[in-house]
């Protein structure tokens, strides 16, 4: 059973900047892809960014192309989700996730289907 903890969010200015940090318990063969997903109360979970196990491979949602920027430590077993220009309606809980699709699947595919999640970290942006 592999273990997503979650650090780094908080309170920023819109205009800001904010690094999330993933740290995965354990490597296994089980899991491809990991990435990062968000949630506001009353709405589902929506997909923000993914990065192959290699990290070759980065898929993004088109709301954060471009201001955010998705990467991988494999030697620590971490992902990064570098967040830029932040606009108040970047505001949510996000979760890490992992599981045994590719950056592009995990993109697509419905968030109550993925293997693992993190506790989740809040981002506010304030205007």
């Known amino acids: 059973q592999v273990q997503l903890v979650e650090s780094g969010g908080g309170l920023v200015q819109a205009g800001g900047s904010l690094r999330l940090s993933c740290a995965a318990s354990e490597r296994t063969f089980s899991v491809n892809a990991m990435g990062w997903f968000r949630q506001t109360p009353g709405k589902e979970r929506e997909f923000v960014a993914a990065?192959?196990?290699?990290?070759?491979?980065?898929y993004y949602a088109g709301s954060v192309m471009g201001r955010f920027t998705v990467s991988r430590d494999n030697a620590k077993n971490t992902v990064h989700l570098q967040m830029g220009s932040l606009k108040p309606e970047d505001t949510a809980v996000y979760y890490c996730?992992?599981?045994?699709?590719?950056?592009?699947?995990?993109?697509?595919?419905?968030?109550?289907?993925?293997?693992?999640w993190g506790q989740g970290t809040q981002v506010t942006v304030s205007s």
């Open positions: 996730a992992a599981h045994r699709t590719t950056a592009q699947g995990m993109g697509v595919m419905t968030p109550r289907l993925v293997d693992y």
């Open positions: 990065i192959s196990w290699s990290g070759g491979t980065t």
